[in-house]
């Protein structure tokens, strides 16, 4: 069964919406521990629209499931940040400045010795390392190449065809993850999956470890509850 890390990404636009310390991120992060998840992951930007820099050390200092960063660390800040803390984990995702939401992977060919960098800089201070890829055969075996822990597989294409062909939509994702599974690496995957998609997925991609939901899981919550919508989205993940 793979592990779910929730995003509280979202909780923060919401804090942030009118100032304050309402709701508390930090005591959602607990909670959602409390429920079930096994994980929370943050994803901090430099303009600090939802995640401020201060969440990630105050999180760090509380939380007692997996820690998930994800960031461009392109940008220093965004690296000292990680160092600093030391989380289990830290996802590469290669975001321009003011992006909405990450968008795509990272074109591990081109910028192969670049991520071979940062993922040595990062494993040295015992930092696993995932690396935020499509579902492209090459661009997870130039992955491995960089000495990854993990790869995570980028699911909005994924997610987007579900309803009109889910067999050929999930195509391209049993294809990377049966190659990562011979590479050894790690699997995580995330972007928009849903309560409607994530069952079928994580039943047919090899080696799943892990899935980090944000978006829909938090809007979920705003009808079904923050405790019972974690429980909906565990028995997904059950094999």
Not at 45 to 56: A, K, T, W
Not at 184 to 213: C, K, M, R, T, W
Request: hydrophobic share 40%.
């Amino acid at each position: 069964m793979a592990n779910l890390s929730v995003n509280i990404n979202k909780i923060a636009t919401l804090r942030n919406s009118r100032g304050g310390n309402n709701p508390d991120l930090v005591k959602v992060a607990l909670d959602c521990e409390r429920f079930g998840a096994e994980g929370i992951t943050v994803h901090p930007r430099p303009d600090e629209r939802h995640i401020r820099y201060q969440d990630v050390f105050d999180l760090k200092a509380v939380i007692a499931t997996e820690f998930n960063i994800e960031g461009n660390c392109k940008e220093q800040k965004f690296v000292d940040l990680v160092l600093a803390n030391k989380p289990a984990q830290v996802t590469l995702v290669p975001d321009t400045e003011g992006q909405i939401t990450s968008n795509h992977g990272w074109d591990t060919i081109k910028h192969q010795d670049y991520l071979k960098e940062m993922v040595q800089l990062f494993q040295a201070q015992g930092i696993r390392v995932s690396i935020f890829v499509d579902p492209v055969e090459e661009m997870v075996k130039a992955a491995a190449n960089s000495g990854t822990d993990r790869i995570e597989l980028y699911t909005e294409d994924y997610a987007r065809h579900f309803h009109q062909n889910r067999e050929q939509a999930i195509k391209p994702y049993i294809a990377a993850a049966k190659t990562a599974n011979t590479l050894g690496l790690g699997i995580n995957a995330g972007h928009d999956l849903d309560l409607q998609n994530l069952q079928y997925f994580a039943a047919n991609i090899p080696g799943l470890l892990e899935v980090s939901i944000g978006h829909a899981l938090i809007s979920d919550a705003l009808y079904l509850g923050l405790e019972n919508t974690i429980q909906m989205y565990l028995r997904q993940l059950q094999d």
